[in-house]
């Protein structure tokens, strides 16, 4: 199985956050999202 995400943005108000980012996930394997505590990893 695979989970593909396309061109998600996030922004708040007028700073950008992400923009245009896409991912692909492929089945059978383990991903983590890294990064400092109040870098928006859960937004």
Same mark, same amino acid.
């Given at each position: 199985m695979? *989970?593909? &995400?396309? /061109?998600?943005? #996030?922004?708040f =108000?007028? *700073? #950008?956050? /992400?923009?245009h980012?896409?991912? +692909?996930?492929? @089945? =059978?394997r &383990?991903y983590?999202i *890294? @990064?400092?505590n109040g870098a928006g #990893?859960? +937004?």
């Amino acid at each position: 199985m695979r *989970l593909e &995400i396309h /061109n998600i943005s #996030k922004s708040f =108000g007028h *700073l #950008k956050a /992400n923009d245009h980012i896409s991912f +692909t996930f492929e @089945g =059978g394997r &383990i991903y983590a999202i *890294l @990064g400092e505590n109040g870098a928006g #990893k859960s +937004t």
